[in-house]
Every structure is written in C-alpha cells, then in structure tokens.
C-alpha cells in the first residue's frame, strides 16, 4: 500500500495552483464535476516517499519527473549525475522543476501534458 490516500470519487492533483496549466486543468474538472484535493507543491513540500511513489506510479524514474526546459535545470551541468536522494532534494528546494499537474485517481495516475488530459482520469 502506497503512501498517497486516493479514492475513485476524487482526483488528487499536484501543481503549482497558480500555474497557467494548473488552472486549465481545475477548470476542465470543475466543468466535469469532479471533485478535486489541489495540493499547491510551492506551498506544500511532498514528502520523498510520496514522490518515489508518484514516479512509480507513472513508471519514471524521479529524475524523469523533472522538467528540462526550467531555468535552474539547464543552468546546472552537474545535475544529470544525481542520485534519487538528491532529485528529491532539488525537489524539495525547488518545486518549480517538477513536471506538473500531476493527478491521481484511485489506481489510476497521469502527467498532464494538456488540461484536457485530466478528462482521462
């Protein structure tokens, strides 16, 4: 049993709330009547179990989890070299880097890439 509480009845999504995405993707589920938990990742660390879980989940690596095309990424040669502890960390530091929204729905886990994917779940 995995560390994140889900339920069939209500998508959880990771994002920063203020995001461009993030607020698409609220209006996509709002418009379905979905309920949705928003859990602001700039004001809410997840917790490293729960990141490890949410790569598994998608079947990534934590450092696939990363968005490649942020600032402080391209900025920092070394960070390739990373070990999982340490993605978790810059996680942590810098939520910003993390691809998102992420949500998640009972079993069922999804990056979303566009708003609309959120309709998937």
Aim: glycine letters at 4%; a neutral charge.
């Amino acid at each position: 049993m995995g560390q994140i509480g889900t339920s069939n009845r209500q998508i959880n999504l990771y994002c920063i709330e203020n995001s461009e995405r993030a607020k698409q993707t609220l209006a996509y589920a709002k418009v379905e009547g979905v309920s949705v938990l928003v859990i602001d990742i700039s004001k809410t660390p997840i917790p490293g179990t729960q990141i490890v879980e949410i790569a598994s989940r998608l079947g990534m690596e934590i450092k696939d989890l990363i968005n490649r095309d942020n600032d402080l990424f391209k900025s920092k040669s070394e960070l390739p070299n990373l070990s999982p502890k340490d993605w978790i960390k810059m996680i942590h530091q810098n939520p910003e880097i993390l691809k998102q929204p992420i949500a998640i729905k009972g079993d069922n886990t999804i990056l979303v890439v566009t708003p609309s994917d959120i309709l998937q779940l």
